[in-house]
């Protein structure tokens, strides 16, 4: 069975700072992985995905994540936090089946 | 850039209600899906949906809920009698196939409908 756990419901650092939002998946197979973001009273909107291919994956705004097989990983970082990322950040897990698994979702504060 | 759309963006219903939320997935896609997430919780899985039919439901998806695709376009989740408790964001998404089933596609979001129960 697949499931995800994002270790921190609330993260906050300071502008200009990095960022690490973390994840750990469970899957029976080669799972693909997501990071999704949700700004407020918005949708959801994907940041990158893992699918088998390179380990090292970048999204869009300078987010990137590393699928760790070894730790069952796929963390998100950000090198230098701006204050528009402040939002609710879901990992996502999916297997070969046509399930979504959402991690419960880790709110980012970026302090000024 | 091909999108889900959802309509509409905000429904406020009375308690006993029926409501019907819809959802237009991006044309070639297969697989639908609605989530619900209640203020400040996480995303639930209501449901899947392929080839005309449920293919997953989670338990929160009872005899309140069903899904329909009633002209191969639409894609919508009928409450039949709505509780306080279902008030939520309602997300629906689509997703294409992929080389090895769907397991590696993305899932593309709709905006959400925000359902208010009163």
């Known amino acids: 069975a697949q499931s995800v756990t994002q270790l921190d419901s609330h993260v906050s650092v300071s502008e200009g700072t990095p960022v690490l939002l973390r994840c750990n998946y469970s899957?029976?197979?080669?799972?693909?992985l997501f990071w999704y973001v949700q700004h407020p009273n918005k949708g959801l909107q994907l940041l990158l995905k893992y699918t088998s291919a390179a380990t090292l994956v970048k999204g869009i705004n300078g987010f990137e994540a590393e699928f760790k097989k070894s730790e069952t990983s796929f963390h998100l970082t950000k090198p230098s936090a701006h204050m528009s990322d402040a939002a609710e950040y879901f990992c996502v897990v999916s297997d070969l089946d046509d399930k979504i698994i959402f991690g419960k979702g880790t709110r980012l504060h970026i302090l000024p | 850039e091909p999108e889900v759309t959802q309509t509409p963006s905000h429904q406020v219903t009375q308690m006993g209600q029926e409501v019907i939320l819809r959802c237009v997935p991006i044309s070639n896609h297969l697989y639908f899906y609605w989530y619900r997430q209640i203020l400040g919780q996480k995303v639930e899985f209501l449901v899947s949906f392929y080839n005309n039919e449920i293919s997953e439901k989670s338990e929160i998806f009872d005899d309140q809920f069903s899904v329909e695709r009633p002209d191969g376009s639409n894609f919508t989740l009928k409450i039949r009698s709505t509780k306080l408790e279902d008030s939520a964001m309602y997300f629906c998404a689509s997703r294409p196939p992929g080389l090895q089933g769907v397991g590696n596609t993305e899932a593309f979001f709709g905006q959400g409908t925000r359902l208010t129960v009163v």
């Open positions: 899957s029976s197979y080669s799972p693909s």
